[in-house]
């Protein structure tokens, strides 16, 4: 019995200590399994932290070692070192760079190419200075018989010479290197003030206007040099929703060559606009951005991502979230051509006045069709409905009549009277489809130079 109680516990003893080697065993392997995925992790942090490196080297090294494809060497030769190497960075940055920074940096770049070429537009005037005094003669007292013998004296205001004083700011870009700056009309509609000038490098420059557009907000100013870096003028009519904008200028006249970027929200829009004195005009075909254009913005560029100058920002919507307009640069151009060439803008006129016809038009006034615009006169005497002497006038055109299409294109929602006959040129020949008592007709119409 004795024995094999021994035998029993000798058994046990081995059982224990084979348990415990097991036991350790299994942490052993379970450090080990651990520090494995520990290793293979961090290495796969290192591989794709340097996954442009290690591509580019091993696609050099296959590349030295083959025959690259016939479009690039004919004959089958191996590759030169130094090709592969381009190639292979060429291969490299195509496969990892970063649509956004991409972007980013060609917006830079815009900025770069651009800025130069804008400036800010300060307004100066000689306004009245006063001063205060007193005068002994005007005391007063307020409280009468309660308080007698109380004399208080009014301070006094008088007018003691003039000093300059800024009185508005806007922007505008130079169109040549002579010293040629496009802005908006109402920028420099005043005439009794003076108007400066500030390049983005700082310098200044006495401005003088050239021309003011009767039919858009856009002017042309002058100043005295040469070498002046200049915008390329883009193209308008291929411009599509959503498309990357950059706006610069002057913002709040305050902070010279501000940048804001956005996007194109909408196109041929048509809006009221008001310069803050009560004086309104109608905006027909500009563009809708919501890059930031504040005020003093007006007159700067709009940009597209070429550095071309796609539209002259004009407007904004007061109390709203970035909903800014622009003049877009087809309808600027012919403008800046004319003053170019003779000295001031010519623009090509009709000669009637008119209210666009539309269908709630139509059902009020019980009129045949429901676009066009009908000829009509204004509530003053001298709002004459055809100028006479006028293009209009010598083509036969008279009160009540309604001009359905111009060369051929309908006159309603999309197209305007305005805008068609904006995008013609002086002495053009332009058919107008008439409708005269109830009858159309087809009448032709040599458009003349606008008056001052």
């Known amino acids: 019995m004795q024995k094999d109680l021994i035998k029993q516990k000798i058994k046990g003893f081995f059982k224990q200590e084979i348990k415990l080697k097991l036991n350790a065993n299994t942490r052993y392997l379970m450090v080990g399994v651990a520090s494995s995925l520990v290793t293979v992790f961090l290495l796969g942090i290192g591989v794709w932290h340097f996954r442009a490196q290690l591509f580019g080297y091993f696609a050099t090294e296959y590349l030295k070692s083959t025959s690259i494809a016939p479009s690039k060497l004919a004959g089958g030769e191996k590759v030169p070192e130094e090709t592969a190497t381009n190639l292979i960075a060429e291969i490299v940055d195509t496969k990892i760079e970063n649509p956004d920074k991409k972007q980013e940096n060609t917006v830079i770049d815009t900025v770069k190419q651009t800025n130069p070429a ?177 005020p003093g913005n007006s007159g700067g560029p709009l940009l597209n991502l070429a550095s071309e100058v796609i539209g002259v920002n004009v407007a904004v919507v007061q109390g709203s979230e970035n909903i800014g307009f622009a003049l877009p640069i087809n309808s600027v151009r012919s403008a800046i051509d004319s003053v170019k060439a003779t000295g001031k803008i010519v623009r090509p006129y009709l000669g009637i006045r008119y209210v666009a016809i539309n269908p709630e038009m139509k059902a009020k006034n019980n009129l045949t069709v429901d676009y066009g615009v009908l000829v009509k006169s204004g509530n003053n005497a001298n709002e004459l409905a055809v100028v006479p002497g006028s293009p209009a006038d010598k083509a036969g055109i008279v009160e009540n009549d309604i001009i359905l299409e111009i060369d051929g294109v309908k006159l309603g929602e999309n197209t305007s009277l305005a805008s068609a006959i904006r995008g013609k040129k002086v002495g053009n020949v332009v058919p107008l489809r008439v409708l005269h008592k109830g009858v159309e007709k087809t009448i032709y119409v040599t458009l003349e130079a606008a008056k001052d």
Do not use: C, M, W
Request: net charge negative.
């Open 118 to 294: 804008v400036v800010s537009i300060i307004i100066t005037k000689e306004v009245p200075k006063y001063e205060v005094y007193n005068d002994p003669n005007q005391n007063s007292n307020p409280f009468g018989d309660l308080l007698p013998g109380f004399k208080f004296n009014v301070p006094q205001y008088r007018q003691n010479g003039t000093e300059k004083k800024e009185v508005g700011g806007g922007s505008g870009f130079f169109v040549s290197s002579d010293g040629l700056i496009v802005t908006n009309r109402h920028v420099v509609g005043a005439d009794n003030v003076e108007y400066t000038v500030y390049t983005n490098d700082g310098k200044k420059y006495d401005a003088k206007v050239i021309a003011r557009d009767q039919v858009l907000d856009i002017a042309l100013i002058k100043v005295t040099g040469s070498g002046f870096p200049h915008l390329k003028l883009g193209n308008s009519d291929n411009l599509e929703v959503g498309q990357t904008v950059v706006a610069i200028g002057n913002a709040l006249a305050e902070f010279k060559n501000s940048v804001s970027v956005g996007v194109i929200s909408g196109l041929s829009r048509s809006i009221t606009a008001g310069d803050g004195t009560g004086t309104t005009e109608l905006l027909d075909k500009v563009i809708q951005t919501d890059a930031a254009i504040n």
